[in-house]
């Protein structure tokens, strides 16, 4: 099925407002649900509060609205504790409840981009969490990338996702139908405001030993990155602790600040260098000389 996401970042620019003060947007984006896409950009959203910035978020997913739940977990953490921890500003996007297809289309269009037009122009940053579907709104967030961030968990199953591999010679025989979306959203960004979408692709779920499977995708990214333009980026371990912040709304960067509750485990203190690592890798404006921060 397509769809018309043709759209610019200009449609939300007040008049009297210079574009270059706009806050860059990254999207976090995967066609596929459980690759840890809430947890990573729940991560960056906070990694960017520590570092001094305003950050404005974006729930796409209005109806799992894994992200938005996260904030509020936060928040209501905060409140239980009295804590003095960093938040965004945060708007979710539910799904329209029109029943034409092109009403519903359109519905969802105006409220994502009013929000953006809310968030960016007070915000450094736009953290932007996309469904994990083949859907209007999907496709839309991406196309208003400046940076787009794909995690997907190190299988077989996820590398799908990006690429036709042969099972025999594990090379890539085609890039997939969300490769190609990715590269229409880049296309179409490019040719409306000459803008170059920055493509991550973040390894997720690491085992910590040296499989041969963990290997031979390795391989297979490096061989992809070149023919589909994107940049491969360290991601988080197999770690349970990530999943275990959830219901208090916190990540790894709040556990060392007075009153979080939280004893700190050389896991712990791995996973935060994981962060730490990833948001080096993603590039962003500014951020390398407050890496330290964090």
Known sequence: MEFDVTVTVEETKPATTDPATRAHIIVIGNAKGGSGKSTTAMHVVVSLLTMGYKVGAIDLDGKQKTMGRYIENRQAFVTQRRLD????DLRVIEPSDKKN???AQSDERTRFVGA???LVYKNDFVVVDCPGADSFIAKLGHSFADTLLTPMNDSFIDLDLLATVNEKTLDVEKPSWYSEMVWEQRKRRALIDKHQIDWIVMR????????????????ILEKLASRISFRAAPGFGERVIFRELFLKGLTMLD??????????SMSHVAARQEVRHLIRA???PGVEERLERI
Do not use: F, Y
Request: aromatic letters at 0%; a positive charge; glycine letters at 6%.
């Open 85 to 88: 921890l960093p938040m965004p």
């Open 116 to 118: 953006l037009q809310e």
């Open 282 to 284: 993603l590039n962003l």
């Open 255 to 264: 556990l060392q600040k007075k009153g979080v509750g939280v004893k700190m």
């Open 101 to 103: 297809m092109d009403e």
């Open 204 to 219: 997720n779920r690491l085992s910590h030993t040296d499989a041969r499977n963990k290997r031979n995708i390795e391989t």
